[in-house]
């Protein structure tokens, strides 16, 4: 596609759902990366995908967050048993390579966790 | 750890003026920096990208520079617009991942 595409744009979840965020990256760009944006916080890095494969899931803030990534293009983010402090912009973004080069971000999903 | 600084933290000009937005960062061992403008409620817009061998980027009104070893960029906005008025966020680039560490932004406002 022309850009990087995120969906839902926003997402209203009851305390104790889980989610799932999905991410398109730009047609072509082999690294994906999510970001979360929370009020006061700051961007904050999560995990990124060099292909299907994530080298790095340090970012992540607990066990209750996983990404998967298939035929090296869409990526799901997912949240299990939302807590409120999950509520964020969860931003998604695309380079060419893992190597130097520009990255493309997503519009972002907000989550709202009541 | 890479720590990145933004400052002013919110800055309100005329239209028409010109203005220098700053970023500092800890860790003088880059592979790039990226300069990201933000509108709210929306995702983030690439800039300007500069490699950290290189000293300036352009980009019509927009000038960023790059000082590796005093850790520092700014981005400099001509002729400021109304227009212009958002978050401009600076990323740094300094492991193999390509993962991006951010500053807090500055939130301009430019008044007509």
């Known amino acids: 596609g022309a850009g990087v595409s995120q969906s839902p744009s926003n997402k209203v979840t009851e305390k104790g759902k889980d989610v799932e965020l999905r991410c398109d990256p730009i047609s072509g760009h082999t690294a994906l990366y999510w970001y979360r944006q929370s009020l006061g916080q700051g961007l904050e890095f999560l995990i990124y995908?060099?292909?299907?494969?994530?080298?790095?899931k340090s970012g992540l803030p607990s066990d209750r967050f996983s990404a998967e990534r298939t035929g090296g293009s869409v990526s799901t983010l997912t949240i299990q048993r939302t807590q409120q402090e999950d509520s964020a912009v969860y931003l998604c973004a695309s380079s060419f390579s893992i190597l130097n080069t520009e990255a493309f971000f997503g519009q972002g999903t907000r989550l709202t966790v009541v | 750890k890479q720590e990145v600084t933004q400052i002013p933290a919110a800055l309100s000009v005329p239209e028409g003026e010109n203005l220098v937005l700053n970023c500092s960062f800890t860790?003088?061992?880059?592979?790039?920096l990226q300069w990201f403008r933000q509108d709210p409620g929306k995702g983030l817009t690439s800039l300007l990208l500069i490699q950290s061998s290189q000293r300036e980027q352009t980009s019509g009104r927009l000038n960023a520079s790059l000082d590796k070893s005093s850790g520092r960029s700014t981005l400099y906005i001509a002729a400021s617009q109304p227009g212009d008025s958002a978050t401009y966020l600076c990323?740094?680039?300094?492991?193999?991942?390509?993962?991006?560490?951010f500053g807090g932004g500055t939130r301009l406002m430019v008044k007509p």
């Open positions: 995908f060099q292909g299907n494969s994530a080298p790095d």
């Open positions: 860790d003088s061992a880059i592979y790039n």
């Open positions: 990323a740094v680039n300094n492991n193999a991942g390509n993962m991006l560490t």
